[in-house]
């Protein structure tokens, strides 16, 4: 299968001409849900209607036709927290390899964290991550930066450098920004280039050796546990100095009702902030650490039921307006060491849409059109993207969603280089059969795992 470049820079140049056609268009950004065709030329949304007609232009006379009767066709969803491990850490994920998962999962862009060997926090090191997405050829690759140089939290990296260069965001990936007149300064400094800070909230030194959430269950394990105050702490510090400086922050990973809480008052009082949710603090509990499988040691660590209630409440009402998959790829045998030595992690492209249909949308938590909201538009504005929708002259990144197709989790199946799944040999229902960037199909069901 031939794969087109996809990248930031990518410009949609060449004649393609598309007819998607008969299918369930669910756009939130155009407030539609109804049968639809959806017209593409030159890589991007010509127009959404009812029985759209093609005329023929010389040279390019006949479009091609896709026949999207009873599926769904939806914006591309976009991942506004992935780890695509390249460069120095090849053994787990690549981007070629990433990128490919990406889209084998219907996302058709995903925001590259800076926590490589060494971090993205140089012009150059963000220019190898945009050259190595436009050659992946798959998903399109906006890289965030490195907030501080090295993610050491000593000095703040060249804002204006990075961003010049292709990054959307700034963050330190996993940690946290200890000082807090450097986070400030972060928050200051972003808003000249209108970018969020991508905030791992988090009070580190709460945080420090531990490995599971702090209950119960870590006593009866013997297990270091992580409180909730150790995200609340952060969320708060974050949330006060967003709204002391007006500028734009993006909460990774929000695990805790309290956290929840906290988000939703900064919202009521005007404070420039989205928040992100990932599919197994949506749906998993700390109760099954009690197998001591590394695939649920992840970071923040998997919290009690009424956590995980609240964040599926959070984002069915919006607080939470992004799931991200945090697609952390581990290799077979480091998470096959001791539990307290395993690293944290979970890969999550392949699995997300599915898990989160089956367990939220066909459970009545939130509705589809609601989960597809959270998973592209959502995602999209809060990194200030051109992606997550289908109005016209957007970017023809769309994907056809079978709601009906019922399949088991295998992880030897993935495009993914890593295996560390939580959800293996889980039955689901619904998938992404086809997935489409600047109107070209870089994935398609059934084509062979590389």
């Not at 964040?311 to 077979?332: K, N, R």
């Not at 989160?356 to 609601?370: C, F, N, Q």
């Amino acid at each position: 299968m031939r794969l087109p470049p996809a990248s930031p820079e990518r410009e949609l140049e060449r004649v393609t001409r598309l007819l998607v056609r008969g299918g369930r268009v669910i756009d939130p950004t155009l407030g539609l849900d109804a049968v639809r065709d959806v017209l593409v030329e030159d890589g991007r949304v010509a127009a959404v209607g009812e029985e759209l007609l093609s005329p023929p232009r010389e040279g390019d006379p006949s479009p091609q036709v896709i026949d999207a009767s009873g599926l769904v066709v939806a914006p591309g969803f976009v991942d506004p927290h992935a780890h695509l491990c390249e460069p120095g850490w090849e053994h787990r994920e690549t981007i070629a390899t990433g990128v490919a998962a990406a889209a084998a999962g219907g996302f058709t862009a995903v925001c590259a964290m800076p926590d490589t060997d060494p971090p993205v926090d140089d012009p150059a090191a963000v220019g190898f991550v945009v050259a190595a997405g436009r050659r992946a050829s798959a998903a399109r690759v906006f890289p965030a930066a490195a907030a501080t140089v090295g993610r050491e939290g000593e000095r703040l990296t060249e804002f204006g450098e990075v961003v010049g260069a292709g990054a959307v965001a700034v963050g330190d990936a996993g940690r946290a920004i200890r000082s807090s007149r450097l986070m400030r300064l972060a928050l200051e400094y972003a808003q000249s280039f209108d970018i969020p800070v991508l905030a791992h909230a988090e009070d580190p030194w709460l945080a420090e050796g531990a490995v599971m959430h702090e209950g119960v269950v870590s006593t009866r394990l013997g297990l270091r546990g992580k409180p909730d105050s150790a995200e609340e702490i952060g969320v708060y510090r974050d949330l006060a100095l967003a709204e002391a400086t007006g500028g734009r922050i993006h909460l990774q990973r929000i695990s805790t009702a309290a956290s929840c809480r906290l988000i939703r008052q900064a919202r009521e009082r005007g404070v420039r902030v989205t928040a992100e949710a990932t599919p197994h603090h949506l749906l998993l509990s700390h109760d099954l650490l009690e197998s001591y499988g590394a695939n649920y040691k992840v970071d923040p660590p998997l919290r009690p039921r009424a956590d995980v209630e609240a964040v599926q409440a959070a984002l069915a009402d919006g607080v939470i307006d992004s799931v991200a998959t945090d697609h952390a790829p581990c290799h077979y045998d480091e998470k096959e060491q001791a539990f307290d030595e395993a690293p944290y992690g979970a890969v999550g492209f392949e699995t997300a849409f599915a898990v989160l249909h089956t367990e939220l949308v066909l459970k009545g938590v939130v509705d589809l059109p609601t989960l597809i909201a959270r998973m592209s538009s959502g995602p999209a504005r809060a990194l200030g993207l051109p992606n997550g929708g289908l109005a016209p002259n957007s970017p023809a990144d769309l994907i056809l969603i079978d709601l009906g197709d019922e399949w088991e989790v295998d992880p030897d199946a993935f495009w993914s280089k890593s295996r560390n799944t939580p959800f293996a040999g889980r039955r689901l229902v619904g998938r992404v059969v086809r997935t489409l960037v600047a109107g070209e199909t870089v994935w398609t069901l059934g084509d062979e795992s590389a």
